[in-house]
């Protein structure tokens, strides 16, 4: 069984519920944490799921190119 490792750092407890919120609509299970650094918040993933859990904030955080219009 593995742990869970951190897969981002929020700047509060919202933004880290974002991310958590982001990762369980891409079917990845998160917990988040204090971290040692002030107000900071952590978000972590069982370690199998990292490579998944950053792709998917990754894309999940892109904007929308859709959305930019061309000049």
Do not use: N, Y
Request: hydrophobic share 45%; glycine share 4%; no cysteine.
């Amino acid at each position: 069984m593995s742990g869970m490792v951190q897969v981002a750092t929020a700047g509060d407890i919202a933004e880290a519920e974002e991310v958590q919120e982001l990762l369980r609509t891409a079917g990845i299970e998160a917990t988040i944490e204090p971290s040692d650094e002030d107000d900071a918040v952590v978000v972590l993933v069982p370690e199998a799921e990292l490579e998944a859990a950053q792709e998917a904030i990754e894309a999940l955080t892109e904007p929308d190119d859709d959305l930019i219009a061309e000049p």
